[in-house]
């Protein structure tokens, strides 16, 4: 079979446009991230900077590490702006109040957030954004309900103390019997979270041991904007938060009557 000089002309213009169009779509997603890491690298800095004022020089050594730490995760493509300020923010919290501070720290299969050490004792938090994926649009509020169950049973267990910062426009439900000391926790409230959890969560599944020894011991209601803590015991953040997941005319949205 034969080509003509003219449809080997036109073959040829083809693929070189099309390789055009190739190397153009390329070279615009690599602008963008460069635009992105452009625009993380500045954001951190700028919110570092803030938070070490009128600090003294370990607060700033240690926060500027971190700084360090995040970019290089961003570039890797494991993190968001959103959440990284938010880790940041309660990291300065701890750090001031003596913790030595890592961030996205690998737990076995599990990242968490933020894992912080004083002395012989360790604290991991988990921060909670109230961020519904497009996929649970339809679910939200079982999504939510298990997301948190879920992350105060796998994470708890992998240090002496366990909290969760959250925004100040975010209620989050907290299963009540997770509060509650292991050995007041009820058979039915156990297997309820259980069957919560594995709804969404099943490789692994979370446990019937971790549902019963897990425990949350803080809130940290985190401020970005203005860079400021505010740290509460689990029962008052639930008795802050249960009149506005309450729904008219008393029906309940989250809490059963207890």
């Not at 919290?93 to 360790?122: M, T």
Request: glycine fraction near 4%.
């Amino acid at each position: 079979m034969s080509i003509s000089w003219e449809n080997l002309i036109f073959l040829s213009v083809f693929l070189i446009t099309q390789n055009l169009k190739f190397n153009y779509l390329i070279f615009c997603i690599d602008a963008g991230r460069i635009i992105a890491v452009g625009k993380f690298e500045k954001d951190i800095a700028y919110l570092v900077n803030k938070l070490c004022k009128g600090e003294d020089d370990r607060v700033f050594k240690e926060l500027k590490r971190l700084e360090e730490s995040l970019i290089t995760l961003h570039k890797e493509n494991r993190i968001k702006i959103s959440h990284s300020v938010m880790e940041l923010v309660c990291a300065k919290y701890l750090i001031s109040a003596g913790y030595h501070v890592e961030l996205e720290k690998v737990l076995n299969s599990l990242y968490c957030d933020i894992y912080a050490q004083k002395g012989l004792g360790a604290l991991i938090v988990e921060v909670e954004t109230g961020f519904i994926p497009p996929e649970h649009a339809l679910d939200p509020l079982t999504y939510l309900k298990a997301r948190i169950a879920s992350k105060i049973t796998r994470y708890s267990g992998y240090a002496e103390k366990f909290g969760l910062a959250v925004p100040p426009h975010y209620a989050m439900y907290i299963p009540p019997a997770l509060v509650e000391p292991p050995r007041a926790r009820k058979k039915k409230d156990i297997e309820s979270i259980k069957a919560l959890c594995d709804l969404y969560y099943s490789n692994p599944p979370v446990s019937v041991e971790e549902i019963k020894n897990a425990r949350i011991h803080a809130v940290y209601i985190l401020d970005v904007e203005n860079g400021t803590v505010e740290e509460t015991d689990p029962f008052t953040y639930i008795s802050m938060v249960k009149p506005m997941l309450v729904g008219l005319k008393g029906k309940y949205l989250f809490f059963q009557n207890r």
